[in-house]
């Protein structure tokens, strides 16, 4: 497994702009797929992006498609979630998890992931 940090969460107005980063530890990080969830209150967590191991292939939920980009430096074991045109109903706990499944894709399904940050709140106001 590994250690994930999420970081840059935090109040934004609708239309503005936030970007998450999540800090991985404790293995190889260039080996896991990485990707973004999101929880709100009272609703199941989604998939919101997941990128590949190599290559930069991305994957994203519609919701947030052409508005939010994922993207990671294996260099300094770091993803981010960079998220333009907020919305409220964007409002919820982010959180980053790794996927060490043999894949070249990437994993858009909770369950394929082994590890996972605490979240980082992200709240829209109208």
């Known amino acids: 497994q590994v250690q994930l940090v999420e970081s840059g969460g935090g109040l934004v107005q609708a239309g503005g702009s936030l970007r998450l980063s999540c800090a991985a530890s404790?293995?190889?990080?260039?080996?896991?797929?990485m990707g973004w969830f999101r929880q709100a209150p009272g609703k199941e967590r989604e998939f919101v992006a997941a990128i590949s191991r190599s290559f930069g292939r991305t994957n994203y939920a519609d919701s947030v498609k052409d508005r939010f980009t994922i993207s990671r430096d294996n260099a300094k074991n770091t993803v981010y979630l960079q998220m333009n045109s907020l919305k409220p109903e964007d409002t919820a706990v982010y959180s980053c998890?790794?996927?060490?499944?043999?894949?070249?894709?990437?994993?858009?399904?909770?369950?394929?992931?082994?590890?996972w940050g605490q979240g980082t709140q992200v709240t829209v106001s109208s």
């Open positions: 404790g293995r190889t990080f260039s080996l896991f797929v």
């Open positions: 998890a790794a996927s060490s499944l043999y894949t070249t894709q990437p994993v858009p399904l909770g369950s394929q992931y082994d590890s």
